[in-house]
């Protein structure tokens, strides 16, 4: 990566007014804030259902000082293919266009139009936001939730399938560039966003995104509880450019730390992974030590 | 209302504060300052800065001292937990007078 | 120029000389052949559109969506299951109010699968706030989809241009292509009265609550009962709108009609059968071998059917004494759509005014079902003696 953006040297425009109705200690709020730092002024959203319409307002206030057409769930990225289009037609090929999207209507409804959008590599940024579940209609289990969390509609036995790796799908996809960041991991995430924008074809993020009241945590410890994440090693910090994998951030310093810190350190924070079991917990811990024994061995 | 302009035609949103209202009023505790912990307080000097990145309300301003906006403030804790000096702490709003609630 | 082409051909055409300048499209036969035409336009350099071959239809229409929000003047195709995929789309382009062109190569829907011509596809789409126009001939394919982009800009309101599958999609025809200068000087370029940009950015389409609200600018905004009600507001004003197209068009290119009806041997008529699109024109042949036999009939092609034009339908017909209503649709659980809405525009303008006709309604072709003029004739010839039946009675079964 060639930025290495600092706290200070991050630009202070703001994009999005305070005062919205995003939860609070919206994990969210952090990520949308400092990606819309990165895409700047000439940017032009795309939003589909999700926390994102209701932190950008409801009729007639907008909370972002972007412009931003609303679609519908499944469609967000032939949306930003739309626009995109139009742009051409006027001969305009400096104004970013920047779909956000949450887990479920990036990984489940939305995915057809994501992957039609990808193979005709069409030049937009797609921003999925992981919140790990459909949490604007009140945490509801989506592709992407983690085996065992409980949620809205898996109560008593949590989830029984695996989590859906979402930037797989879209690295298979062979796009010039693909993102794993974290709310917790701002400036990573805006220094990914700076070093892709001039890639061609659709460049595609996947946001870990800490939720308060969908994981069960005071929303005081979200930034904590998402470094947790990754120093566990659960969820990995990476970029693939141009089919080439490579850890980033924290994530790259764990390789060379050797040391994860136990995965039931991060399940314990959040009341939604109380089912898990002892014996789930260690299949899941054994699962992320082979995963990083992967990523030991290839550093050597 | 009862204009027949385009824009009033469809859903048509222009950008501001508060469309969540007065989202202040949705705390239960406040973050206060202590600025001889403070970071750019003590150097006087940009430095830091952690609370006003990882503001999910963009409510703490990036000035020495850094001023937290209670019209919006949520009181969601993050700046207290995130300060590496722990010079927030939250505070229950109801030590704080009606006077200065308003 | 007169030519000899297909009607897919015709409506490409249509929108090659309207310089549409996004398209998207998806495969689904019969309209197929309308869509590859336009990429061979654009790959030949005739055309300067951008054409994406999305991935579904939904994604068709959210192209189209999208790209007109930022000011483009879009097109796409569809038909049956490919229009019914889109549906929420559908209702999203109305609610938004973009001037959206979109040809309806109407089509049976499943279950089960047919791919041949009836017109239960846009008819099942008929409350979403679209206009829409069915076309008889070749002639009216090419005119109306140039008409269409004027209504749609002059309104804000999206068009379905209907016309039947494989009968007029797929069959050769002479007609008039009219000149790219005479389009140009129809119909000129889109310029929306707002377009998404960073210049003057906005949240469009966002969540509207229950009842209105303040603006950033501290006044009251419209809310999304209003905005709904202008809507219908609009749709209705698009029949005034439409006989302003219809004047304009004949000015420039030397043709026109009634906008809302095509009427043959009416005037005179006793009976007046009824229906949309290319059905009308083989019921002439009925209406000619009837008045050869001493009956006074005529027939009346219904050429808008949203808005409905509930007046001139009821101007036409007043006095009548019988209107039979042919379709190749209807209402499941009820009547033809066409049918009833006629009889709510007759009850409406002549109830108690001793001029209300009866109303016997046909249903035909369902699934492409061959429609022999012969049955036609002697079906409308029972209707003209007497009530056939009160249900709807559907002409060709082979139960």
Redesign the interface.
């Known amino acids: 990566m060639q930025v290495k953006t600092t706290?200070?040297s991050?630009p202070?425009e703001?994009f999005?007014?305070?005062?919205?109705?995003?939860c609070?200690?919206?994990?969210l709020?952090?990520a949308y804030?400092?990606g819309l730092k990165a895409l700047g002024?000439?940017?032009?959203l795309?939003v589909p259902p999700s926390c994102l319409?209701?932190l950008?307002?409801?009729?007639?206030?907008?909370?972002?000082?972007?412009?931003?057409?609303?679609?519908?769930f499944?469609?967000t990225?032939?949306?930003?293919?739309?626009?995109l289009?139009?742009?051409?037609?006027?001969g305009n090929t400096h104004?970013t266009v920047a779909a956000w999207a949450g887990d479920g209507g990036t990984g489940d409804i939305g995915l057809?139009?994501l992957?039609?959008a990808a193979?005709?590599g069409d030049n937009f940024i797609y921003f999925c936001y992981d919140n790990e579940g459909y949490m604007n209609t009140g945490a509801q289990r989506s592709g992407t939730t983690p085996i065992g969390a409980i949620t809205a509609n898996t109560p008593f036995k949590g989830k029984l399938q695996q989590k859906k790796d979402v930037p797989a799908i879209m690295a298979a996809h062979k796009l010039s560039y693909v993102a794993a960041c974290s709310a917790a991991y701002?400036l990573d995430l805006y220094d990914k966003i700076k070093n892709c924008l001039h890639l061609p074809g659709t460049k595609y993020f996947h946001i870990h995104i800490p939720c308060?009241p969908g994981w069960g945590y005071?929303?005081?410890?979200?930034?904590?509880i998402g470094r947790l994440a990754v120093e566990t090693g659960y969820y990995d910090l990476y970029e693939i450019v141009n089919g080439e994998f490579k850890l980033t951030a924290a994530s790259e310093k764990l390789v060379e730390k050797r040391k994860l810190v136990p995965v039931h350190e991060y399940f314990r924070t959040q009341s939604r992974f109380r089912l898990l079991t002892d014996a789930q917990i260690a299949d899941i811990q054994q699962k992320i030590d082979e995963k990083w024994a992967g990523y030991y061995n290839k550093d050597e | 209302m009862g204009t027949r302009n385009y824009r009033r035609k469809t859903s048509h949103s222009e950008h501001g504060p508060g469309d969540g209202g007065r989202t202040g009023s949705w705390r239960v505790e406040r973050p206060v300052l202590d600025q001889s912990l403070c970071i750019p307080c003590k150097r006087n000097k940009e430095a830091c800065f952690i609370c006003w990145l990882f503001c999910p309300e963009i409510v703490i301003s990036r000035t020495i001292p850094p001023r937290v906006d209670l019209e919006y403030c949520k009181g969601c804790g993050i700046c207290a937990e995130e300060c590496p000096t722990r010079a927030i702490t939250m505070v229950d709003e109801a030590k704080f007078s009606e006077e200065d609630k308003e | 120029m007169h030519i000899i082409e297909n009607g897919n051909a015709a409506a490409a055409l249509g929108v090659k000389l309207c310089r549409a300048n996004v398209i998207a499209a998806y495969p689904i036969t019969p309209q197929t052949p309308l869509t590859e035409k336009l990429s061979e336009y654009v790959e030949r350099g005739d055309m300067k559109a951008e054409y994406i071959p999305v991935e579904s239809e939904h994604s068709a229409l959210a192209v189209c969506i999208a790209a007109s929000s930022a000011g483009a003047r879009v097109f796409t195709a569809t038909s049956a299951n490919g229009l019914l995929y889109m549906h929420e789309q559908v209702q999203w382009a109305s609610g938004a109010r973009l001037p959206i062109v979109m040809c309806v190569v109407n089509r049976a829907v499943g279950a089960p699968w047919n791919i041949w011509n009836d017109q239960q596809d846009s008819i099942s789409q008929r409350d979403t706030g679209w206009i829409q126009i069915y076309c008889a001939d070749h002639q009216q394919i090419i005119d109306t989809v140039i008409k269409a982009y004027w209504i749609a800009e002059k309104v804000s309101i999206p068009i379905m241009v209907c016309y039947d599958g494989y009968i007029l999609s797929h069959t050769f025809m002479p007609f008039d292509l009219p000149d790219q200068e005479k389009v140009d000087g129809f119909l000129p370029p889109f310029k929306p009265e707002y377009a998404l940009s960073p210049e003057e950015p906005a949240n469009l389409n966002t969540v509207t609550l229950p009842d209105v609200r303040l603006d950033v600018h501290g006044e009251l905004a419209h809310s999304y009962m209003e905005i709904r009600y202008l809507l219908q507001e609009d749709l209705r004003t698009t029949l005034t709108v439409a006989a302003d197209a219809e004047k304009r068009f004949g000015e420039i290119f030397d043709r026109c009609g009634d906008p809302y009806i095509e009427s043959y041997r009416c005037d005179d008529a006793d009976h007046v059968a009824v229906g949309l699109g290319s059905l009308t024109y083989q019921l002439r042949v009925s209406v000619d071998a009837l008045r050869k036999e001493g009956i006074k009939v005529g027939v009346m092609g219904v050429r808008f059917y949203r808005p409905f034009p509930d007046e001139a339908i009821a101007n036409a017909l007043k006095g009548k004494k019988t209107v039979i209503v042919f379709e190749k649709a209807l209402s499941y659980g009820y009547e033809g759509a066409l049918t009833s809405d006629l009889k709510s525009a007759l009850y409406e303008h002549l109830a108690g005014t001793g001029t209300l006709p009866s109303v016997q309604n046909f249903i035909v072709g369902i699934g492409g079902r061959e429609i022999r003029t012969d049955d036609l004739t002697q079906m409308f010839r029972s209707a003209t003696q007497g009530r056939v039946s009160r249900e709807p009675t559907w002409i060709g079964l082979k139960l």
């Open positions: 706290i200070l991050l202070t703001e999005v007014h305070p005062g919205t109705r995003a609070t200690g919206c994990g709020a952090i804030r400092v002024k000439d940017t032009m795309v319409t209701v950008q307002g409801l009729f007639p206030v907008a909370s972002t000082k972007l412009p931003c057409l609303n679609v519908t499944a469609s990225a032939a949306a930003a293919t739309g626009i289009a139009t742009l051409k037609t006027q104004t057809q139009a992957s039609g193979e005709r701002p308060p005071d929303p005081r410890y979200g930034i904590k």
